[in-house]
């Protein structure tokens, strides 16, 4: 077994009872907090790989009435600056990838533009291109791409349970269980 500590982050707070619950529902490896991002899950839990840890964590979580996991902490949003650090360039190489003044060119497009003007990509999309690029990702990306994988699921699972027309949910559902 192996040790996999990861953040669930919680459709809505909880209360004192609700914590109660989650403990006896199996949540006694996670410690609650509350934050800027919501109420989350912070779990060090014990499983063969990190997928295992993940759906089990989720469906403890969901044994208590009212509470489902909707996203996983993931920092999957990255700037150049951390593009860089991530990959051990400088924030100019990242900068020329970007602009295909370097590289085979076909860097993936920024995801949004802060008010400030910065820049910033999606990890998973800026891997993928890497992998093409460099070679095969490290482990600790392997480890990110499932926390970002989780993470979406989570968040498509939350967007069909709050989709109020019963088709859509049901043709949305049918087309997940495909995946």
Known sequence: MTRH??????NRDVTAEEV???????CAD?????????????????????????????????????????????????????IADRVGVTREAVRLWATAQRGPGGFPPCALVTSGGEQVWDWQQVA???QAYRGPRPDADVRLRVLCTAD???AARAALRSE?????????????EDA
């Not at 109660?20 to 199996?26: I, Q, S």
């Not at 934050?35 to 989720?58: H, N, Q």
């Open 152 to 154: 979406r699921v989570l």
């Open 20 to 26: 109660e619950a989650l403990y006896e529902a199996g």
């Open 30 to 82: 996670a410690s609650v907090e509350t934050g800027a991002l919501g109420t989350m899950l912070d779990f060090s839990r014990e499983s063969p790989t990190l997928p295992e840890a993940l759906v089990s964590a989720v469906r403890d979580v969901e044994k208590v009435p009212g509470l489902h996991a909707v996203g996983i902490a993931c920092d999957n949003m990255v700037s150049q600056l951390v």
């Open 5 to 10: 500590e990861f953040m669930l982050r919680l």
């Open 164 to 176: 109020p027309d019963d088709a859509v949910r049901e043709e949305f559902e049918r087309l997940l």
């Open 128 to 130: 993928e291109w890497l």
